[in-house]
């Protein structure tokens, strides 16, 4: 640990750094003095060295080989941000296990703007009641992998906690041919893919002759970097334990 003036510097290392996002990161390092990029690795590189170099972890990359570098975040008592999407149930317990020992923070979005929606979708669902079909419809650039999106999910949480119920119970995926009628009370998710688009997500609340529409538009990758940035200095101060941006952001 460095100090800089009255400032705790904080050494951050990128997995996934050559990517989009990680690209975006280093960007956003760049904005504050009290940051440092530690280093990054993408598929192959040298995690042991990125760990030893670095106060906290940030995962912008694939699910795959996740769980081995959580072990590794937590044998060497580093701090990780998840943003990686896609997650398995599998995934989900490797992080509850890591949590054990170090911090973890895992989101599907780390934006202000979109863990505000969540709230806001929280509370619409549990004022509504199951009258009002939700469907939530997002789209993203064409190279972006699975689907539905991380935040669709996180939203798609967010109604459930609102009204109640489990999700995985609840959603309606990848409608196609005779799907029969909706069912009531189900959670539906829409995926389109397309373009340069960084992110815009939709949640509807539809019911007899009226609808509620919820939205987010990200316009560029930069709200995530500095949110994940945030959390991830945020982060840093926490006891073990699995976390979420709700927690950071106090919003639940
Ligand atoms: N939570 C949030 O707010 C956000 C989440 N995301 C998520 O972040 C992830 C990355 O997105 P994006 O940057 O657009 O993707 P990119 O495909 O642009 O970048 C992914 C990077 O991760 C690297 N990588 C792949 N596998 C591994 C691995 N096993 N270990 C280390 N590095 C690896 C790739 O390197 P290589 O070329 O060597 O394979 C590549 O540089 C996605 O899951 C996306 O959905 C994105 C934006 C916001
Ligand atoms: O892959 C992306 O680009 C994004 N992924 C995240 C998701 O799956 O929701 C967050 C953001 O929408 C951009």
């Known amino acids: 640990m460095t100090n800089v003036g009255w400032e705790v510097m904080t050494s951050i290392g990128i997995i996934g750094s050559q990517g989009r996002m990680g690209h975006a990161l280093v960007g956003a390092i760049?904005?504050?003095?009290?940051?440092?990029?530690?280093?990054?690795?993408?598929?192959?590189?040298?995690?042991?060295?990125?760990?030893?170099?670095?106060?906290?972890?940030?995962?912008?990359?694939s699910p795959d080989g996740l769980s081995q570098r959580l072990d590794l975040c937590?044998?060497?008592?580093?701090?990780?941000?998840?943003?990686?999407?896609?997650?398995e149930p599998a995934h989900h317990l490797s992080i509850d296990a890591a949590a054990q020992a170090i911090a973890v923070l895992q989101t599907g979005n780390t934006s202000l703007g979109v863990n505000m929606l969540a709230a806001l979708v929280k509370e619409a669902a549990t004022?509504?009641?199951?009258?009002w079909d939700i469907e939530i419809v997002e789209m993203h650039h064409r190279h972006k992998v699975d689907a539905p999106s991380g935040t669709a999910l996180l939203l798609g949480e967010a109604a459930?906690?609102?009204?109640?119920?489990?999700?995985?119970?609840?959603?309606?995926?990848?409608?196609?041919?005779?799907?029969?009628?909706?069912?009531?009370g189900a959670i539906g998710f829409a995926s389109l893919r397309?373009?340069?688009?960084?992110g815009d997500h939709q949640v509807i609340f539809?019911?007899?002759?009226e609808r509620i529409e919820l939205g987010h538009?990200?316009?560029?990758?930069?709200?995530?970097?500095?949110g994940a940035i945030k959390a991830a200095q945020w982060l840093r101060g926490q006891p073990a334990g699995r976390y979420d941006m709700t927690d950071m952001l106090g919003l639940d």
């Open 30 to 61: 760049g904005e504050q003095e009290d940051l440092r990029h530690a280093g990054g690795v993408d598929q192959d590189d040298d995690f042991a060295a990125l760990l030893a170099h670095s106060d906290v972890l940030v995962d912008f990359s």
């Open 74 to 87: 937590a044998e060497a008592g580093k701090p990780v941000l998840v943003g990686t999407t896609g997650l």
């Open 127 to 131: 004022r509504l009641g199951d009258d």
């Open 160 to 184: 459930a906690k609102g009204r109640n119920v489990t999700l995985a119970d609840q959603s309606e995926r990848g409608r196609d041919g005779q799907t029969g009628a909706r069912q009531k």
């Open 194 to 198: 397309g373009g340069s688009v960084a």
């Open 206 to 209: 539809a019911a007899d002759e």
């Open 217 to 226: 538009r990200a316009e560029n990758r930069m709200i995530f970097a500095r």
